[in-house]
């Protein structure tokens, strides 16, 4: 059984970093494209970040371009959120996934999901 166990979400101010992990068990995680997705209550659930089983090759939301980066270890088999320059506006519920397939920006794309870490900056 896959899963997925987020952690690293918290209380941080505006301009302020956090780093979210995604710990994998189950799967042969070195296989695997990963993405990070964010959700507010009311809305559906948004792309942030995806990157692919070889680690060069990433993708962002246009909102995150150049504060969010995504990275990968292989041998501990966890996906990295680094979130730095937050803004208000990053507030959120964070969710890691394995990728499957169709459009990596899409949250139907992906088949398993960890249960989230709550990311809150204030203002």
């Known amino acids: 059984q896959v899963q997925l166990v987020e952690s690293g979400g918290g209380l941080v101010q505006a301009g302020g970093s956090l780093r979210l992990s995604c710990a994998v068990s189950?799967?042969?995680?070195?296989?695997?494209?990963m993405g990070w997705f964010r959700q507010t209550p009311g809305k559906e659930r948004e792309f942030v970040a995806r990157?692919?089983?070889?680690?060069?090759?990433?993708q962002y939301a246009d909102s995150v371009k150049g504060r969010f980066t995504i990275s990968r270890d292989n041998a501990k088999n966890t996906v990295y959120l680094q979130m730095n320059s937050l803004k208000p506006e990053d507030t959120a519920v964070y969710y890691c996934?394995?990728?499957?397939?169709?459009?990596?920006?899409?949250?139907?794309?992906?088949?398993?999901w960890g249960q989230g870490t709550q990311v809150t900056v204030s203002s």
């Open positions: 990157i692919s089983w070889s680690p060069g090759n990433t």
């Open positions: 189950g799967r042969t995680f070195s296989s695997y494209s």
């Open positions: 996934a394995v990728y499957s397939t169709g459009t990596p920006r899409t949250a139907t794309s992906y088949d398993y």
